[in-house]
């Protein structure tokens, strides 16, 4: 890493040399314009809009514009004669409790590296800004700019990060603000099982830029000759739901299942839902059909019939044959 910055950080009477490095760096793949026809890069020229020529650096002021084509200069000596006071210092004006700064206003971070013999006195603001729990709030002066920036330790190194001045956060003004909404208890209690289905441990490495990745493997394929293969199309986003406690039941079960915690063969409302409507559909369609119940249900109904009558004729038959033989001893008598 390459310092962008030397100063001090000024602590009481303390003073800790200090050389200042980009804690970041962003991962984007960038590309040139060029000519479509034969690759050529684009280049552009800082031209005059008055007199039409080709202007320098040196020639470049800047221009702070008034309104109505009015315009003020400034030159680098205007900007020389500000008054400056922590140009090449971090001054440390309070410590304060981590939770109260919030995350809206951070936004660039630095590693601090002790410079020379400042080492031990850097340790020992390290170690003491640990111990206290609380993050310094300081004013850093970074290319001719005023800046509000907090001091905590990270992996054992100091970490500046710059801050927005309030008056550049903006207040959210929406429409729904003004709106009388009610939340169901149910629906609230809903909610609360679905975040807690989905918590967990917050791990950086465990997620990557996909199409970061995607777009690498279009160019490495490019260079190799080779054809890309076409990643698998991620689910559709699902319209938005009309039935609020629905959705969240079958988001709860969703999250449920992706961690393991019930089968997967298990009906989702959804599931459960869906059958119930193709069993309403199948019983709709048996009461469509009238004339084949009662045939159905007559053919059995006429082989009971048949069948008792024959088994009463068979059961007064042998009655009859008896009869008629005990009548014989009489005539003969």
């Known amino acids: 890493m390459r310092a962008i910055w030397k100063g001090a950080v000024s602590f009481g009477l303390v003073s800790i040399g200090v050389k200042l490095y980009s804690a970041t760096e962003e991962k984007d793949i960038r590309f040139h314009q060029v000519h479509r026809d034969d690759g050529g890069r684009i280049r552009y020229k800082r031209t005059c809009s008055v007199c039409g020529e080709e202007v320098s650096y040196d020639d470049i002021a800047k221009g702070y514009d008034l309104g109505g084509g009015e315009l003020v200069i400034l030159t680098d000596a205007d900007f020389a004669d500000l008054p400056l006071t922590s140009s090449r210092a971090i ?5 304060v409790p981590a939770e109260q700064v919030d995350p809206i206003l951070y936004n660039k971070a630095y590693f601090l590296e002790p410079e020379g013999t400042a080492t031990k006195p850097y340790v020992l603001l390290r170690d003491a800004l640990a111990d206290s729990e609380r993050v310094a709030i300081v004013k850093v002066a970074l290319r001719q700019r005023e800046q509000l920036a907090t001091l905590r330790v990270r992996d054992g190194v100091l970490l500046l990060n710059t801050m927005l001045w309030p008056d550049e956060v903006r207040t959210p003004d929406f429409g729904f603000l003004d709106e009388d909404l009610k939340v169901r208890p149910p629906e609230l209690a809903m909610a609360a099982s679905l975040i807690d289905s989905m918590a967990g441990e917050f791990r950086p490495d465990a997620f990557t830029d996909d199409y970061r990745a995607a777009l690498q493997e279009v160019i490495d394929a490019k260079v190799e000759g080779r054809e ?23 988001s709860v079960e969703r999250a449920r299942v992706a961690r393991g915690e019930t089968g997967a063969g298990e009906p989702t409302p959804i599931s459960s839902a869906r059958s119930a409507k193709q069993a309403a559909k199948k019983t709709t369609a048996g009461k469509t059909t009238p004339k084949k119940t009662p045939a159905t249900k007559a053919e059995p109904a006429k082989k009971t019939a048949a069948k008792k009558a024959t088994e009463k004729k068979a059961t007064k038959s042998p009655a009859k044959k008896t009869t008629g033989k005990k009548a014989a001893p009489r005539r003969s008598a």
Do not use: I, S
């Open 91 to 95: 001054d440390v004006l309070e410590f």
């Open 228 to 250: 890309v293969v076409q990643p698998a199309e991620e689910e559709a986003t699902p319209a938005a739901a009309v039935d609020l406690m629905a959705a969240l039941k079958a």
